[in-house]
């Protein structure tokens, strides 16, 4: 099974999703101090990257899909050193410990095919924050539509109540989760004066 189907692929890159992206999604981190260096994971079509981009001093773009990682490349070629689109996976980050100010993801959780490979990805998150660091974004949340938009795609839906837990058994502090019309979480990791207190 893809973890993208054709359906979901025309939505994720048309011109309304785009508008949502700039609009809503990426607004949502309003107030969340991301830092200079921020990762995304799962960046798709780049519709989030681009005005992440506009909010650190360098982003790294991570996608799974090595199509779309080449193709990110080229869409976001005009935003230079800014921007650094790497082929890999949320589950196994090809990065160091602590190299990462803020790490983000929208509407990617429910691609990663099970809750054990998400919590990885949580782990993973982690691992790559520096001290202090955030880890924040937001996830559909199942209806009858986003069903049949996923219809023979891979999709695993993140259970609101299940998040803080899972995010704190990964070692984040302060979770907040809402879940209104999306998911929405944030959450830090503690710097080593955290963990005194
Ligand atoms: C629905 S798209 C969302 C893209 C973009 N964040 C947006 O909001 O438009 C989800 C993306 O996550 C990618 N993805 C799924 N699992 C992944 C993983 N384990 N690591 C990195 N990317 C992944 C998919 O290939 C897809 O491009």
């Given amino acids: 099974m893809e973890a993208v189907n054709i359906i979901h692929r025309w939505l994720c890159r048309s ?3 785009a508008r949502f992206a700039e609009q809503t999604l990426v607004p949502g981190l309003d107030g969340i101090a991301l830092g200079a260096d921020v990762l995304e994971i799962g960046s798709g079509y780049g519709v989030t990257a681009r005005p992440l981009a506009s909010r650190c001093e360098h982003l790294t773009a991570l996608e799974i899909d090595p199509e779309l990682a080449s193709g990110l490349r080229d869409r976001l070629a005009d935003l230079g050193e800014r921007v650094t689109v790497v082929h890999g996976d949320g589950t196994r980050l090809p990065f160091p410990p602590e190299r990462f ?21 949580f782990a993973e998150a982690h691992r790559v924050l520096r001290p202090g660091g955030v880890f924040a974004g937001s996830d559909s949340l199942p209806s009858p539509r986003f069903r049949a938009i996923h219809l023979f795609d891979t999709c695993v839906p993140v259970a609101p ?3 803080p837990g899972r995010l704190a058994s990964a070692g984040f502090t ?23 207190a």
């Avoid at 100010?101 to 691609?111: E, N, P, Q, Y």
């Fill in 174 to 196: 302060g979770v907040a989760v809402q879940s209104e019309s999306r998911l929405h979480f944030r959450a830090l990791k503690p710097a080593p004066a955290d963990l005194r």
């Fill in 15 to 17: 011109p309304k999703w």
């Fill in 161 to 163: 109540e299940t998040l």
């Fill in 101 to 121: 100010s803020a790490v983000v993801c929208f509407t990617m959780l429910h691609h990663v095919p099970s809750t054990a490979l998400q919590d990885r990805l």
